[in-house]
T-cell receptor, first 113, second 112 residues
Framework: EADIYQTPRYLVIGTGKKITLECSQT?????MYWYQQDPGMELHLIHY???????EKGDLSSESTVSRIRTEHFPLTLESARPSHTSQYLC????????????FGPGTRLTVT | GQNIDQPTEMTATEGAIVQINCTYQ??????LFWYQQHAGEAPTFLSY????GLEEKGRFSSFLSRSKGYSYLLLKELQMKDSASYLC?????????????FGTGTQLKVEL
């Protein structure tokens, strides 16, 4: 069973607030990812990291930022939340093995009012 | 970039077999994954194919044809708990080699 955690699970916040979504994994994986998923839609990669102090933007443009100061921790920050940021945010991690399957956290469902 | 197509919805009967197809276009193919996602939950890994052929894992099997850009997920002896969305995802060699692009998913409904 994957050990990857996200907090909060649900968040309702007003426009203009700064928020940080937390993601931690205890598997020692070097690679971590953030996806955005709207209901009934595909997952879109918004950020990824292949190790400490390494971050890259994904395929979907996002106003969020990420940091990777520790291997196990990959927080995502929105400086000023807007209703267009309302979505589910999924964090994942993977190892360097042959298959490199990604293990997903339970997600954070964000609603910006 | 990648283009991934899979049916939006499928319905099948408990105990039956269902095949979910996925076609893709990518310039640097580096593996195809199938994930299962129950409503409101995180995706969970089901299978991985990088070479042509069939990979079997219990009730689930996955097939890949790289020349045709085609894969399918086969679910046997369907159970009610198999009702979920099944996501096809393709890995590309670009960007360090482990970025996944997901299809929109196939919502499978298993009925009595």
């Amino acid at each position: 069973e994957a050990d990857i955690y996200q907090t909060p699970r649900y968040l309702v916040i007003g426009t203009g607030k700064k928020i940080t979504l937390e993601c931690s994994q205890t598997m020692g994986h070097d690679k971590m990812y953030w996806y955005q998923q709207d209901p009934g839609m595909e997952l879109h990669l918004i950020h990824y990291s292949y190790g400490v102090n390494s971050t890259e933007k994904g395929d979907l443009s996002s106003e969020s930022t990420v940091s990777r100061i520790r291997t196990e921790h990959f927080p995502l920050t929105l400086e000023s939340a807007r209703p267009s940021h309302t979505s589910q945010y999924l964090c994942a991690s993977s190892d360097w093995g042959l298959v490199n399957e990604q293990y997903f956290g339970p997600g954070t469902r964000l609603t910006v009012t | 970039g990648q283009n991934i197509d899979q049916p939006t919805e499928m319905t099948a009967t408990e105990g039956a077999i269902v095949q979910i197809n996925c076609t893709y276009q990518t310039s640097g193919f580096n593996g195809l994954f199938w994930y299962q996602q129950h409503a409101g939950e995180a995706p969970t890994f089901l299978s991985y194919n990088v070479l042509d052929g069939l990979e079997e894992k219990g009730r689930f099997s996955s097939f890949l044809s790289r020349s045709k850009g085609y894969s399918y997920l086969l679910l046997k002896e369907l159970q009610m708990k198999d009702s979920a969305s099944y996501l096809c995802a393709v890995r590309d060699r670009a960007g360090g080699g482990n970025k996944l692009t997901f299809g929109t998913g196939t919502q499978l409904k298993v009925e009595l």
